[in-house]
């Protein structure tokens, strides 16, 4: 598995159940929503700009991509659910066949421009490592099908080895559009 | 990392947050349990029972281990909980340092006895495989640090590509007792 074949398998539009545990207070979240992937031209402006505003990188970007979402969330089941929403660009920019990194106009853990260190292991899982100011998200990515992905994070503090929060979606193709 | 140190690893008291994904009806459950690994001595009466009911297997067996779980569903916060508990004793035979099957007394997929593969991936993560009759069950257990493991499965039916549940657990060692 390399980056471009991974973005390729991941583009399209996801309904993604996820669920969150806060691990100090044993506390469940659980989030409906739809994720749509699509893969961006690496001469968008967007993606210069991006390329542009982070330190400089050697190599040459593949398959620069967009990740739009669209949650539901349902902590409180007999509540109007609340609708939140977003998009990221993501530039992989690979070192070898299996590693590399991703930059990101917007971070996984903190809403802020990121720097991801991602590599696949020996059964294609991906494995994605951002550090932040204050916490380190640690994601995997693995294909349980064509049309399944699973996802999980662990989230945990920069100092020492404390886990704030884990996730994990279950993400189903959408074949109509 | 092979299944010594693996079964080392995981002997203790944990606290497990759950939450499992039914994929066709979108129905998220929650689960708080307890989960208690220990090693099994080999020659205790019920390893040789279980070792002498399962088809001939070559290799010798290395750390059985017993585990015993105490969930608290809470489908229903409202509503009293409902407590289920079982145990199941484990016998793994390597074939290689990576690789082997481990017999169960108890399936998670189904309540009867079942003998499934195991494999460790690049990065230690340990992945077990269980046929049954009607699906098969893969696991994957990986540490994030010596006191928090994550644990997720992805049950699916045995012929075609159905994938019928998901589910992702994120566990917690009890240091007192």
């Not at 040459?60 to 609708?83: G, I, L, T």
């Not at 590693?99 to 106009?105: A, C, E, T």
Request: glycine share 4%.
């Amino acid at each position: 598995m390399n980056i471009e074949q991974f973005v390729a398998q991941c583009e399209g539009t996801w309904r993604s159940m996820r669920s969150s545990h806060s691990l100090a207070f044993q506390q469940f979240e659980e989030v409906l929503s739809e994720i749509r992937i699509q893969k961006v031209n690496s001469e968008d402006p967007e993606v210069i700009q991006l390329l542009k505003s982070t330190t400089s990188h050697n190599s040459m970007p593949v398959s620069p991509f967009k990740m739009e979402w669209q949650a539901e969330s349902d902590w409180e089941p007999n509540v109007k659910s609340e609708v939140t929403s977003g998009s990221c660009l993501l530039i992989p920019i690979p070192k070898t066949h299996e590693k590399g990194v991703i930059l990101r106009s917007r971070g996984y853990a903190e809403a802020e421009k990121a720097v991801s260190n991602y590599e696949f292991l020996s059964d294609g899982t991906f494995l994605l490592i951002t550090k932040y100011g204050q916490s380190i998200a640690e994601e995997r990515i693995w294909f349980v099908s064509k049309h399944i992905r699973c996802r999980s994070s662990v989230l945990r503090t920069s100092e020492g080895s404390g886990v704030l929060q884990t996730s994990f979606a279950s993400e189903v193709r959408r074949l109509k559009n």
